[in-house]
Structures are given as structure tokens and as C-alpha cells.
């Protein structure tokens, strides 16, 4: 996936930028495990976007769950 608009595949609660690497790091879930909802960690890189007016685009780059 790249694109300049992300949309999660749980809650986020935590981001965290890794400046040497470029990414973003979303940490979130569901909380208690009874939810249904997974806990997860979701690593994104920051690119150049030369296709839209935006100035970055997400390139999605791994998932824990």
C-alpha cells in the first residue's frame, strides 16, 4: 500500500517517528483481551509522494499483532 492517507485496522494509541529510518510506528488494539480486537504495533515508512500534492506518502513496512 502507498498512499498519502492511512487508515488502521484498530485503534491507535501510541505513535512513535524513527528519525534514521523514516517510519512511523502505531501501537494499538482493542485493550482487554475480551474486546475481540487484537493488540499490534503497525510500522510505516515516510516516502516521497511524486504522484500527489501531498509531500510524503505511507508505504506500509510490517505488522505485529
Known sequence: MNSDT???KFPIYSL?????SSSL???GGGG???SGIPNGL???RLTASPKT???FAF???????
Do not use: V, W
Open 6 to 8: 492511512f487508515t488502521a
Open 42 to 44: 503497525i510500522f510505516l
Open 25 to 27: 510506528i502505531l501501537g
Open 32 to 34: 482487554p483481551s475480551r
Open 16 to 20: 512513535a517517528y524513527h528519525p534514521s
Open 59 to 65: 508505504e506500509e513496512a510490517g505488522e505485529l499483532r
Open 53 to 55: 500534492q501531498s509531500k
